[in-house]
Each structure stands twice: as structure tokens, then as C-alpha cells.
């Protein structure tokens, strides 16, 4: 059974730093590109960063670039997304994604919650 699960989600304050997991199992995790996406209440869910299956690539949404920075580890079947520099715009549940090619995505996690209080 393919599975992604997410941690760490909490409550933080502005300025403040937060780092998500994602583990996942049931698929060739080192074949997938992976990816995080966010959803705040009432919008659309959004792009955040994704990673190519080594790592060496690896694009940002602009209102994240040089705040969160993604990972990888391919010897634990997880990614990471280090938050810092928080703002409230960031509240939202997060969800990991993962793929056979970068950029398209379609196993998805249930979400962590992120909540930025200003």
C-alpha cells in the first residue's frame, strides 16, 4: 500500500521556524520526485517547493524562496521542509506529494496543519 505521511505541523510564531517530514512507503522512493504543496482555508491548494529524485533539482514557490528550504533522504524513504521566517500567509495544511517525473504529481499525504500566529 503506497502511504505518505506527514509531521510536525504545529503552531508557531511570526518569525518564527517550523520543520515538516514526510515519510513514505509502498513505492521506489529513490525513482519519485517529491513535492509540497499548502492549503489555506477557503483557497485553492498551492505549490510550496518540489525535489528531483536525487535532489539536484529543486524549485520554490517565490513567496517561499530563500525562506523554506526542501530535502531529502533517500536512505530513510523521507523528505523534509524546513520553514523559517514565518508569516502569517503561511498558515495552512501542508501536503506532501510524490511522482515518476518532476512535476507531476499524483500520490498525495492527508496534511499537517501550520498555523503562524502574528
Known amino acids: 500500500q503506497v502511504q505518505l505521511v506527514e509531521s510536525g505541523g504545529g503552531v508557531v510564531q511570526a518569525g518564527g521556524s517550523l520543520g515538516l517530514s514526510c515519510v513514505a512507503s509502498?513505492?521506489?522512493?529513490?525513482?519519485?520526485?517529491m513535492t509540497w504543496w499548502r492549503q489555506a482555508p477557503g483557497k485553492e491548494r498551492d505549490f510550496v517547493a518540489d525535489i528531483s529524485r536525487t535532489g539536484d533539482y529543486i524549485t520554490y514557490a517565490d513567496s517561499v524562496k530563500g525562506r523554506f528550504t526542501i530535502s531529502r533522504d533517500n536512505a530513510k524513504n523521507t523528505i523534509y521542509l524546513q520553514m523559517n521566517n514565518m508569516e502569517a500567509e503561511d498558515t495552512a495544511v501542508y501536503f506532501c506529494?510524490?511522482?515518476?517525473?518532476?512535476?507531476?504529481?499524483?500520490?498525495w499525504g492527508r496534511g499537517t496543519q501550520v498555523t503562524v500566529s502574528s
Open positions: 509502498g513505492l521506489p522512493f529513490s525513482t519519485y520526485a
Open positions: 506529494g510524490a511522482g515518476p517525473q518532476f512535476g507531476s504529481y499524483s500520490i
